[in-house]
T-cell receptor
Framework: GIQVEQSPPDLILQEGANSTLRCNFS?????LQWFHQNPWGQLINLFY???GTKQNGRLSATTVATERYSLLYISSSQTTDSGVYFC??????????FGTGTRLTIIP | NAGVTQTPKFQVLKTGQSMTLQCAQD?????MSWYRQDPGMGLRLIHY???????DQGEVPNGYNVSRSTTEDFPLRLLSAAPSQTSVYFC????????????FGPGTRLTVL
């Protein structure tokens, strides 16, 4: 079936480190989004990136649709980056499917 | 703009009770959706709407009803609550279709005893 898989499931880093989060999807997509859920549960859209590369400050994302994966890069991590990162896609229909997330913990 | 608002923030129900989770947005977004989030899992789509008067089922629709009489409001009804419906519920809206930035509400934490 249609799947969205994220790795690693958990990541613990020292403040200032860089990280790469991966999202694999099982079918071709027209829509790929990255979200951050902070420790208080709030969900924020980080990127809408069906293909190519986008950057926003210390965060950037790359989607290679032909190879069915997307990467989220976080540079110079801060404690406020802690939380769970989700990728999601709709596989061409109107229904967004989420991955199970990567839990990132940044230690001061 | 208030964005996407949800009420209540917390709710405890007994098995068999019914209730409505409220969701409203003031951004004139066409697409609205409801998700549930269970521990260790991502969000799963319950129902969605692409505009007033139009709703459709998502991945886990059983036990839930929705309606969309206005662009602004998208309530989620639990018909007869069950312990399996204990979860955190998120409402979201998007201008246009899913292919755009999703704006999430703060969530409703529901416990069914």
């Amino acid at each position: 079936g249609i799947q969205v898989e994220q790795s690693p499931p958990d990541l613990i880093l020292q403040e200032g480190a860089n990280s790469t989060l991966r999202c694999n999807f099982s079918d071709s997509v027209n829509n790929l989004q990255w979200f951050h859920q902070n420790p208080w549960g709030q969900l924020i859209n980080l990127f809408y990136i069906p293909s190519g590369t986008k950057q926003n400050g210390r965060l950037s994302a790359t989607t290679v649709a032909t190879e069915r994966y997307s990467l989220l890069y976080i540079s110079s991590s801060q404690t406020t980056d802690s939380g769970v990162y989700f990728c999601a896609t709709d596989f061409g229909n109107e229904k967004l499917t989420f991955g199970t997330g990567t839990r990132l913990t940044i230690i001061p | 703009n208030a964005g996407v608002t949800q009420t209540p923030k917390f709710q405890v129900l007994k098995t068999g009770q019914s209730m409505t989770l409220q969701c409203a947005q003031d951004m004139n977004h066409e697409y609205m959706s409801w998700y549930r989030q269970d521990p260790g899992m991502g969000l799963r789509l319950i129902h969605y709407s692409v505009g007033a008067g139009i709703t459709d089922q998502g991945e886990v629709p059983n036990g839930y009803n929705v309606s969309r009489s206005t662009t602004e409001d998208f309530p989620l009804r639990l018909l007869s609550a069950a312990p399996s419906q204990t979860s955190v519920y998120f409402c979201a809206s998007t201008p246009g279709t899913t292919r755009g930035e999703q704006f999430f509400g703060p969530g409703t934490r529901l416990t069914v005893l």
